[in-house]
């Protein structure tokens, strides 16, 4: 495994913050919670530009996966100054302490990919570990504690494909994380190669021996974007995973709401 320079607590400057979600299910509530502040906002389809106080929020929505994550990742950075980078969204358990509406605060990202150059040949996998930001980490966490919200600080994994129960224990043995996900250390990739603060915020949704039912792979298009006609499709033949779907769109619901609470107290004590 490699790792990157560990970053020093950071002066966070006024420029925008870029906030990295997958998906419109976790992106709704998030944007949701802010505007609740009553706040000025405007939108594209897949970039929500939201004034909280004196901050700037771009709020990017990346789609599913490694790859994705780190293209939206890397023309945002390009395209605008940005003062840090924060991935949100939903996440897998990868320890039995981290259960279903936790909140993860990660303190570094770790991206596996089973293609590209191999790091580590007996495994046969790529991997790299990011850390990330202390003062970002510390300002979290404090806003965590203040609220009484359950909440772990550990390392997140980033893989590049949904995963079943059987191979998330494996994966929290050999990376020493405590939840999984698909984009966040892709995104902590580009934002270190610009020196960029970067933090990880995620809700578990499935706890580590808990599977999703289905591979939602499938009903991905080129962009990693659902594809909603395909996954009612799957439903109408698979009546029986419905009341699962309808169980975890709440969850996500629920915790992305209170990522986006946090969100709001990130942007407005950072600045």
């Known amino acids: 495994m490699t790792t990157a320079r560990p970053t020093r607590p950071s002066k966070i400057s006024s420029a925008p913050f870029a906030v990295f979600v997958p998906t419109r299910a976790e992106m709704k509530p998030i944007t949701t919670a802010l505007q609740s502040t009553r706040q000025s906002a405007s939108r594209s389809d897949s970039m929500i530009r939201i004034a909280v106080g004196d901050r700037v929020l771009l709020l990017a929505r990346t789609g599913v996966g490694p790859d994705h994550a780190e293209a939206a990742a890397r023309r945002l950075f390009e395209e605008t100054p940005i003062a840090a980078a924060v991935s949100l969204g939903v996440a897998g358990g990868l320890s039995p302490q981290a259960q279903t509406g936790d909140l993860i605060v990660g303190d570094r990202v770790i991206l596996r990919r089973s293609s590209g150059q191999v790091l580590d040949r007996e495994k046969g996998v790529r991997l790299e570990s990011f850390p990330c930001d202390s003062r970002l980490q510390d300002t979290a966490t404090t806003v965590l504690r203040r609220w009484g919200s359950r909440h772990h600080l550990g390392p997140i994994l980033t893989v590049d494909r949904i995963v079943l129960t059987e191979e998330k224990h494996r994966l929290a043995v050999e990376s020493g994380a405590i939840a999984l996900d698909m984009e966040s250390a892709a995104i902590a990739s580009a934002a270190s190669a610009r020196s960029i603060p970067f933090l990880a915020v995620r809700g578990v949704l499935d706890t580590v021996d808990e599977d999703l039912a289905m591979g939602f792979d499938q009903f991905l298009d080129g962009r990693g974007e659902p594809q909603p006609l395909l996954l009612i499709r799957y439903l109408i ?35």
């Open 237 to 271: 033949g698979h009546p029986f995973t419905v009341p699962h779907m309808v169980g975890l769109g709440l969850r996500t619901k629920a915790v992305c709401a209170r990522l986006g609470r946090l969100l709001q107290e990130l942007s407005t004590s950072l600045s």
